[in-house]
């Protein structure tokens, strides 16, 4: 099976031989693509939604892999037992609703070695709810995918510190290895807020905190843009 672009990005931050829990798997391919490419030799593939899973139950058995992935329907990490698997991806869904997963199945997340997450949006609350919770975040990746931007979050047990807040929106793995997208990913981000400023007559606080959002943005592009990389010092 061939996989690219989003998925294929999430599969390489799977090491290789890890038991992996793929949550609101929906059509199966991360598991599928998983263990034919022998990245892994077990994975429970899971989802919310019946129909949803029943498109992974399909293709693992036209593949005849129920051997190497188990299906289970149910809530988040609730269809997972203590120490079963080493790394838990959770992909396609917004922000709020991964750390709502991860928050309730706290007990299960703390035991694992690595979160592969893939927010949709509000990729800023995620990352604050991974600092505040115990967790390191140890790399990030970006994406583009027919003309969307993805953002990959790999976070670990650890302890780590904010040194200014923007680091929440773009993360700060992205700078520190000046990630080739980087640079239009913040200004396709300066553009959307800009078009939406646009439309606002008066003078309120809304506006002010997209002025201040978008100046913010500018600061860390503009650093981006120097030689020395001079925004990021540290
Ligand atoms: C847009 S799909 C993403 C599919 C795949 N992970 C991907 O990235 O392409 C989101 C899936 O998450 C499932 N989902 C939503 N909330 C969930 C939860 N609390 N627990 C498990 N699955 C959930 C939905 O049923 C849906 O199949």
Do not use: W
């Not at 200004?187 to 997209?210: A, C, G, P, V, Y």
């Not at 592009?221 to 001079?230: A, C, I, K, V």
């Amino acid at each position: 099976m061939k996989i690219k672009g989003r998925l294929k990005k999430i599969i390489e931050y799977i090491p290789v031989g890890s038991r992996v829990a793929d949550i609101g798997t929906d059509h199966g391919l991360i598991p599928v693509y998983l263990v034919e490419s022998g990245i892994a030799g077990f994975v429970i593939a899971s989802d919310l939604n019946k129909g949803s899973l029943e498109k992974a139950i399909k293709k693992v058995e036209k593949r005849n892999l129920q051997s190497h992935i188990e299906t289970r329907l149910g809530d988040g990490l609730k269809v997972l037992s203590l120490k079963e698997v080493d790394v838990i991806i959770i992909a396609g869904m917004g922000g709020i609703l991964i750390a709502k997963i991860l928050e309730e199945g706290k007990n299960i997340a703390k035991t694992v070695k690595r979160l592969v997450l893939q927010p949709m949006r509000d990729s800023d609350y995620l990352r604050k709810y991974l600092i505040e919770n115990g967790y390191k975040i140890c790399d990030e990746d970006l994406v583009k995918e027919n003309q969307k931007y993805y953002e990959i979050i790999i976070a670990e047990q650890g302890r780590q510190k904010v040194k200014k807040d923007i680091y929440y929106e773009i993360g700060e793995r992205l700078i520190e290895k000046n990630h080739p997208l980087l640079k239009e990913f913040l200004q396709h981000k300066i553009n959307k807020l800009t078009k939406i400023l646009n439309k606002l007559s008066e003078m309120n606080e809304k506006r002010k905190k997209l002025e201040k959002k978008i100046k913010e943005f500018e600061v860390l592009l503009n650093g981006l843009e120097m030689p020395s990389n001079s925004f990021y010092n540290g």
